[in-house]
């Protein structure tokens, strides 16, 4: 298959117009729904890959921990850079995407100690502005440390990043908002173009190095993508300096969308920035205001956190602090839905209720009980057998999480009624649909929005053999096996080993029947193999 590369598709921010599905299900026939045919993506680290197997049908019980928070402690060790001496940070989630944030801090030169949920990092010795491109180009977090790096060395050469496969996710708003701060920013890429047949006249080499694609005009290239005949393979950088030779220096940004990594990212940048930054339409997730105390307890001054503005003043010098990540609400989340999808009943801790006010109004609506027995303690009880379908749209916080959608969307195909789940944070986080579908749930895909039928529109979910795509959308599959007839076997889950610490492990100690095999492919077997003999 040729990929098309589109220059503008990583520079430009696109707001599509999304469809919209008011009284969707009395309006419309069905066949006007198209299923999703984005291909299924490849396991990131694949080699070997594990499977989880579910039985479903077990009721949860008890109490489960919840870890702390993946995005606030990716962003937050991003901050460490900020930071001279030592930064000490606690609850720190034991993940794969945490990992490798550390290798990316480690290859700029940080030094780090780990163990049981604590981190020592310490910043002085870093002696490179380039971190690990492989590592960067894996996980979103790897970026954010364009920021920290600019405005503490005046320089950072960061690749573009990676992360969950759920739309385009370009970086026009870090770019943007680091120029405002006084940085040149360049995007260069090195591109690779591998042509595998020759039959239209030309030949074309088959790689090409340092190939400038905003300036290519090569039209017989184009052509032999278009006819399937070449592949464009690129790798782009960021390579940015403060164009005073000194520092970046405050100025004024508003983001066109409240960008939870762009809002962090140039936080960070603004805090070391000589003079004041105004930072207008930012995020306001939890996790931005969990790295805005971590700042500010490394000494910046940062006001406004938890509004849409932030005024900060910058700091030349900012010292590692000790600090506590917050729980992940996304974790907690996700064994509410746990209960709910199960019909049973679990508390978990420690929470912060606040966060996850969206889905608990949710799920109270029809008819779960959410208690607090301590402030940090939440209780769910899902025991109605008949839940009644409700309708879902995500959006940036305080609306619901795109985080949590595909979550819901399993528990959704096991309620009364239908529901509609509109997606409107990233353009194509739908992947598991297609999947669920494969358990016998009923849903009925149209860009951005879904249609779930319930119950009692005969969607009924069976064990089936699924694999993950992205995180959340594995995560969806382990509730959907939860609740299913009979055994599922889930592979792919190398990408929920991303966000969730032990995920198996905590559903097991609440009755869950669910076991992790390692599988390995057939190759990886023969190179075993090969070694033993
Ligand atoms: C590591 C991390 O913290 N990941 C979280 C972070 O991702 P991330 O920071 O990547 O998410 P963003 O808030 O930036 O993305 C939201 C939307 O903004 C768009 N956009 C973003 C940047 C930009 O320069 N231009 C632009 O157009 C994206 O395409 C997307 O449609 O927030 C998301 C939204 O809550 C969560 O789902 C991710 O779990
Ligand atoms: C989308 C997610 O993560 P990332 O931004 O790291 O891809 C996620 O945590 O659901």
Known sequence: MAAIFNPSNNLSYSNPQKPHFHSLRRAFPLALFSHLEKPQTPNQTSIPDHKLVVVGGSKLSGHVDISGSKNSALAVLAGTLCCSGTSKLHNIPNLSDIRTMVSILKSLGARIEASNGEMT??????RSVEPCSDEVGTIRGGFFVVGPLLARFGEAIVALPGG???GARPIDLYIRGLRALGAVVELK???FLNARFHTIG???DAKHDNLDLWTINTSSIWKLIHLGQAVLQWNGKVHAHAANGKGLIGGRFHLDYPSVGATETLMMAACMADGVTVLSNVAQEPEVADLARFL???GAHVEGVGSRKLIING???LHGPEYTIIPDRIEAGTFMLAAAITRSCISMSPVIPCHLSCLTDKLSAVGCKISHCTHDTLEISAVPANIQGFDVKTGP????????QPQIMALLTTCNGSSIVEESVFEERMGHVRELQKFGARIQVCGSTALVFGKEQGSALYGSHVAATDLRGGASLVLAGLAAEGMTEINGISHVDRGYENLEIKLQFLGADIKRLIHLPVSYDKKITLRAS
Do not use: A
């Not at 990092?121 to 870093?126: K, S, V």
């Not at 916080?397 to 949590?404: A, G, H, I, R, S």
């Open 121 to 126: 990092i310490e910043t002085d010795g870093i």
């Open 164 to 166: 969950c496969d759920i």
């Open 189 to 191: 890429f090195i591109q």
């Open 202 to 204: 030309r030949s074309v």
């Open 296 to 298: 500010t307890d490394s």
């Open 315 to 317: 700091r030349n010098w």
């Open 397 to 404: 916080f305080p609306w619901f999480p795109t985080d949590l």
